[in-house]
């Protein structure tokens, strides 16, 4: 198993306005996942970051919009950029890379973009 | 392409009734099924898994079935507590090496009442 932490829980922004998310592991893990999840919907898997190459992301999620850092085996970020309301969800990440299918959940940060 | 479908909610129950959330599958070959489990203001966590023909999967009370022949693996429990209130995820993953990302149904949200 693994503990994930995220950072922020939660933030309310205003559209135009980029916001940064952290995502902290406590072991070392090769591969490193970001979901949205958008209010009563399930979830939605955004790119895939692997340390040390470019993130591959999902079909409709780009890097422009997207941007995602992956510096060492443990901490990943997610940016969200140039918000509008639309981009209001929970984002989530995850690790798992060791049995197909079981994944270990952060808490989420829950995004409000007025 | 792979999918999950759950029975839509909200299911609401009273305290000690049984529970039934229904999930049927379509995938290519013999993948592993999972349910999650999604308390309020918490990330997913895995509640139980099966990962062959006529396995059970069990938890915390909780039982599923992998049936093949139904392509099912529904969710049940014996008699639900307040604090099961949550919203639960069917998931399947293929069992194939490097395949680790699975495939969500959209979530059932349980509401058990005192």
């Known amino acids: 198993s693994a503990v994930i932490s995220q950072k922020p829980s939660r933030d309310i922004c205003q559209r135009g306005t980029s916001l940064t998310i952290q995502c902290q592991v406590d072991s070392q893990v090769t591969m490193m996942f970001w979901y949205r999840q958008q209010p009563g919907q399930s979830l939605t898997l955004i790119a895939t970051?692997?340390?040390?190459?470019?993130?591959?992301?999902e079909s409709g999620f780009v890097i422009d919009k997207f941007p995602i850092s992956r510096p060492n085996l443990t901490f990943s970020t997610l940016t969200v950029s140039n918000m509008s309301p639309e981009d209001s969800s929970i984002y989530l990440c995850?690790?798992?890379?060791?049995?197909?299918?079981?994944?270990?959940f952060g808490p989420g940060t829950r995004l409000t973009v007025l | 392409g792979d999918s999950v479908t759950q029975m839509e909610g909200p299911v609401t129950l009273s305290e000690e009734a049984f529970l039934t959330i229904n999930c049927t599958y379509t995938?290519?070959?013999?993948?592993?099924l999972f349910w999650y489990v999604q308390y309020p203001g918490e990330g997913l966590q895995l509640l139980l898994k099966a990962t062959k023909a006529d396995d059970k999967g069990s938890n915390k009370g909780f039982e599923a079935t992998y049936r093949k022949e139904t392509t099912s693996f529904h969710l049940e429990k014996g008699s639900v507590q307040v604090s099961d209130s949550a919203v639960y995820f069917c998931a399947l993953s293929p069992n194939v090496r490097g395949s680790y990302i699975p495939t969500f149904g959209r979530g059932t949200s349980l509401i058990v009442h005192p």
């Open positions: 995938a290519t070959g013999y993948p592993s």
């Open positions: 970051a692997n340390q040390g190459s470019e993130a591959t992301y």
């Open positions: 995850s690790v798992g890379d060791t049995s197909p299918g079981e994944q270990f």
